[in-house]
């Protein structure tokens, strides 16, 4: 079946790294996503990473895949205040095909 | 840059009650989709819309519920009689087709009272 589990809270000080972790149930996904949703407001892509890639980097966010284990992160380097928001994990099959999220991680920054 | 819109942003109507919820996707994309979040909760897909008609719909989207592209830029999704379960942030997106990359409208948050 399709499942996606999360933490729920992320409590990091700001400048240094968070790494939001998820995992995932269905070895067939082709597409694994990282959503950004600040409050009041609607889903932002972040970054993706193909089932075939281990890893990838896009100026301060790091994507780990280990396809083996089902287990795929998300790593902030410098975090800031304004990184502050639900982050979402979620998994799809097509370009086009519907996208199964997890439950979102909450990441605060405390000074 | 385009986006995906949606009105209104926030819908309060009474249990029982008909609501059209409302969305233009960017105007070269084939795919059309509805989402819905509860508060606290999961994202949760509710149907897929291409060519025209029905791709994919979820176990929630019963017969209570229904899309439609009436014109060539809106796409709307319509709930015939609305329950407090239904109350949510319904949120819209759109794809291209041959990228992977949905982008998901602001939402709308509809409250039944």
């Known amino acids: 079946g399709e499942d996606v589990e999360q933490s729920l809270f992320l409590s990091v000080r700001e400048g240094d790294s968070s790494v939001i972790n998820c995992t995932y149930t269905?070895?067939?996904?082709?597409?694994l996503y990282w959503y950004k949703q600040e409050p009041g407001a609607g889903l932002q892509l972040l970054t993706y990473?193909?089932?075939?890639?281990d890893m990838k980097q896009d100026q301060r966010l790091t994507v780990l895949l280990n396809k083996k284990d089902k287990h795929l992160s998300l790593r902030i380097a410098d975090t800031q205040t304004g990184d502050s928001a639900i982050y979402f994990c979620?998994?799809?099959?097509?370009?086009?095909?519907?996208?199964?999220f997890g439950s979102g991680t909450r990441l605060s920054i405390r000074p | 840059e385009p986006e995906v819109t949606q009105t209104p942003s926030h819908q309060v109507t009474q249990m029982g009650q008909e609501v059209i919820l409302r969305c233009v996707p960017i105007?070269?994309?084939?795919?059309f989709y509805w989402y819905r979040q509860i508060l606290g909760q999961k994202v949760e897909f509710l149907v897929s819309?291409?060519?025209?008609?029905?791709?994919?719909k979820s176990e929630i989207f019963d017969d209570q519920f229904s899309v439609e592209r009436p014109d060539g830029s809106n796409f709307t999704l319509k709930i015939r009689s609305t329950k407090l379960e239904d109350s949510a942030m319904y949120f819209c997106?759109?794809?291209?087709?041959?990228?992977?990359?949905?982008?998901f409208g602001p939402g709308t948050r509809l409250t039944v009272t």
């Open positions: 979620a998994e799809g099959y097509s370009s086009a095909s519907k996208i199964i």
């Open positions: 269905d070895s067939s996904s082709t597409y």
């Open positions: 990473i193909f089932s075939n890639m």
């Open positions: 105007s070269n994309h084939l795919y």
């Open positions: 819309f291409y060519n025209n008609e029905i791709s994919e």
């Open positions: 997106a759109s794809n291209e087709g041959q990228y992977y990359e949905q982008y």
